[in-house]
Every structure is written in C-alpha cells, then in structure tokens.
C-alpha cells in the first residue's frame, strides 16, 4: 500500500487497534475517510476531505504527495486501502511500526498524480469505490477508444490477408491462362509444322510420281524406235 507517514509517526512498536470511524475530523478541520485508529492520535485514514461525507472534496493537491512525507504523523492512504484496513482489521489487530530502506520484494507502490486533471475528476479519490465517482466514467472512456484501435486493426488486417489471397488468386489464374496459351500455341505450331511436312511429303509423292510417269514414257518411246529401227 502506498502511504504518506510524517514527523510523529512511530519508527518502531506493536500497537492494538481500538477503534475506527467512517469520517472523523482531523487537524485543520479536515476530514478523514475510514478512519482506523492506531494509538492516540495516530491513525489510519484517506487523504483529507474538505467536507464531511463529500467524497467530491478530496485535497488533491494532498493526494498527489502519497509516498512521500506529507502528514503530522497519521498513516495516509488512497480511500481502497483506508477501506479494506476499515473492513478486514477488526479492533484488537496488532499493528507493527518498522524502519528499513529496504522496500520488500514487491518494491515501493506508487499514486496516480491527479493535480493536473479536469476538478470533476480530481476533486475525488481514482480508487473510491463510490458509484458516482467519474474516475470510473473517464477509464471506460479511456479504454474504450484502445478497443476501438483493436478492432480497426483487426478489420484491417482481415483485409489485407483477403486483398493477399486474392492476389495470389488472380496471379495462379494470370498463370494458368499464360500456361493454356502457351500449349494452345505449341498445339497449332506442331498442326502447322505437321500440316507443312504433310504438304512436304505428298509433293514429294507427286514428284516421284512425275519422274516415274516420264521414265515410262521415255522407255515407251525407246521401245518404239527400236522397233521402228529393226523393220
């Protein structure tokens, strides 16, 4: 728990707790929330109030210097850890003060710094579980837009992986067509060459036929002079 301790807060000491108070006014007529008492004046309780049963009147400025040494001596804490001390630490709970530089395992808690926000929302605790309390409102407000970035991103991502599928759809067909034309053109190129060395051979039938025919006739013609000859 992050807290605010000062001059008279004990270094060291068991002490029992006696009592406690939902609002209690402390020192300078401010108010404390879920106020837990220690010993004599020293208690527990939230950063102070302005006004009794105003969770709107935080001293803000105050708020902001949780974790350093700000109180006369009282242990001050955001309103959730005042409140789970009011609800969980019965009377009779022994409390023990320390001194150490050594911060734990879990190291040294932080505040959220509020000074500089709109007064709607610093004028109250960010950690009050109060249902009217705009902190609330504002986190909804504030995660939202961040939903909204997830969800565009996820639509465009969506749309980049189906414009990549359609292009390797578009790039397989381009293929396939290039793939079709190509054999179509080497399917009438090898009809043509064909068709050509068909032509070929059946002129080279012609002619052999020709050459046949006149070998013929000039043995004919041979033929009828000798016979003319020999008369």
């Known amino acids: ?9 004990p270094k060291s000491g068991v002490y029992k707790i006696p009592a406690r108070w ?3 006014r402390l020192q300078g007529y401010v108010w404390g929330h879920y106020s837990t008492q220690i010993t004599g004046n020293i208690l527990f309780h939230s950063v102070p109030y302005l006004k009794k049963g105003d969770p709107a009147s935080l001293e803000y400025w105050e708020y902001d210097k949780l974790g350093t040494y700000a109180s006369a001596g009282c242990v001050r804490l955001t309103v959730a850890d005042a409140k789970w001390i009011y609800d969980n630490c019965a009377n009779g ?6 001194s150490s530089s050594n911060p734990g395992p879990l190291g040294k808690p932080t505040a959220k710094k509020i000074s ?7 004028n109250w605790d960010p950690t009050d579980s109060n249902p009217n309390n705009p902190w609330h409102t504002y986190k909804e407000e ?3 837009p961040e939903n909204q970035v997830n969800e565009i991103d996820e639509e ?7 414009n990549e599928i359609e292009q390797i759809t578009n790039t397989e067909q381009t293929n396939t067509e290039i793939t079709n034309t190509v054999q179509t053109n080497t399917v009438s190129r090898n009809e043509q060459v ?6 070929v051979q059946e002129n080279n039938i012609m002619i052999n036929k020709q050459q046949d025919e006149s070998k013929q006739n000039n043995q004919w013609k041979k033929e009828n002079m000798q016979v003319n000859v020999s008369i």
């Open 1 to 9: 728990m992050v807290c605010s301790t000062g001059e008279y807060t």
């Open 93 to 98: 709970t022994y409390v023990e003060f320390y």
């Open 22 to 24: 939902e609002w209690l």
């Open 156 to 162: 465009n991502e969506g749309t980049e992986t189906k």
């Open 142 to 144: 504030q995660e939202q």
């Open 116 to 122: 500089n926000m709109p007064d709607e929302l610093r």
């Open 194 to 199: 064909n068709e050509e060395a068909s032509n």
